[in-house]
């Protein structure tokens, strides 16, 4: 059998962190969120294309693109308003897997319906990348590409299932990933299907 590119060094992935009752209590918490902070549709960078995937955020700061670029901000693109703080749930969880790094400053929520996808990228817009990147999958199952630290270097896919946490950290905090796509009906979490994915990140050196 053909061997496996190695995952990056820094990367973890802990399968069904959160059990099923606790999957839905965060779906709870993260739908209260999305009230007061709704998903909104982002737009590329110059072309102004519409991502597939809609996106809210909680914390101080959220990730946001649109024609002028990728950045973060304290307020939502569409009402203006602060973000929401983020969870304590969320927070107990990044203390659990990352007791050392400065708390999380941004919580990005990105929705999937079943033709969402997220192309390769690096998560690199924060000023620092002392802190790892850690991500809670809740829903459908995803099918979620990683490589290394440029563009070219190979890759592996796997998949995210619903209470999945994926921790970017070390080398790893650099590394191309992206979701090809969604594997429908996978899950009986969300009524309607799809997938949300909840990002952590220190945005500012502490
Ligand atoms: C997703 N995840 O799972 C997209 N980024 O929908 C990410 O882009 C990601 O899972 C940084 C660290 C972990 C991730
Ligand atoms: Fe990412």
């Given at each position: 059998?053909?061997?496996?590119?190695?995952?990056?060094?820094?990367?973890?992935?802990?399968?069904?962190?959160?059990?099923?009752?606790?999957?839905?209590?965060?779906?709870?918490?993260?739908?209260?969120?999305?009230?007061?902070?709704?998903?909104?549709?982002?737009?590329?960078?110059?072309?102004?294309?519409?991502?597939?995937?809609?996106?809210?955020?909680?914390?101080?700061?959220?990730?946001?693109?649109?024609?002028?670029?990728?950045?973060?901000?304290?307020?939502?693109?569409?009402t203006?308003?602060?973000?929401?703080?983020?969870?304590?749930?969320?927070?107990?969880?990044?203390?659990?897997?990352?007791?050392?790094?400065?708390?999380?400053?941004?919580?990005?929520?990105?929705?999937?319906?079943?033709?969402?996808?997220?192309?390769?990228?690096?998560?690199?817009?924060e000023?620092?990348?002392?802190?790892?990147?850690?991500?809670?999958?809740?829903?459908?199952?995803?099918?979620?590409?990683?490589g290394g630290?440029?563009?070219?270097?190979?890759?592996r896919?796997?998949?995210?299932?619903?209470?999945?946490?994926?921790?970017?950290?070390?080398?790893?905090?650099?590394?191309?990933?992206?979701?090809?796509?969604?594997?429908?009906?996978?899950?009986?979490?969300?009524?309607?299907?799809?997938?949300?994915?909840?990002?952590?990140?220190?945005?500012?050196?502490?």
């Amino acid at each position: 059998m053909a061997k496996s590119t190695p995952f990056p060094s820094g990367f973890q992935f802990l399968a069904e962190h959160f059990d099923r009752v606790q999957q839905e209590n965060l779906l709870d918490i993260i739908r209260d969120v999305l009230g007061s902070a709704p998903l909104y549709r982002p737009e590329m960078p110059r072309t102004g294309k519409p991502f597939s995937v809609r996106m809210s955020n909680c914390g101080a700061l959220g990730w946001v693109s649109d024609k002028d670029g990728y950045r973060y901000q304290p307020t939502h693109p569409v009402t203006g308003n602060p973000w929401p703080p983020i969870p304590e749930i969320l927070l107990s969880l990044w203390q659990e897997l990352s007791p050392d790094a400065a708390l999380p400053e941004a919580c990005l929520i990105n929705f999937y319906n079943e033709d969402a996808r997220m192309g390769l990228h690096q998560d690199r817009d924060e000023e620092t990348f002392d802190a790892p990147v850690i991500s809670v999958s809740l829903g459908d199952t995803a099918v979620f590409r990683i490589g290394g630290v440029e563009r070219k270097s190979p890759t592996r896919s796997m998949k995210l299932q619903s209470g999945d946490v994926v921790v970017l950290g070390g080398e790893a905090r650099l590394a191309f990933h992206g979701i090809d796509r969604l594997v429908p009906n996978t899950s009986t979490l969300m009524r309607q299907g799809g997938r949300v994915n909840l990002t952590l990140r220190r945005v500012t050196k502490p």
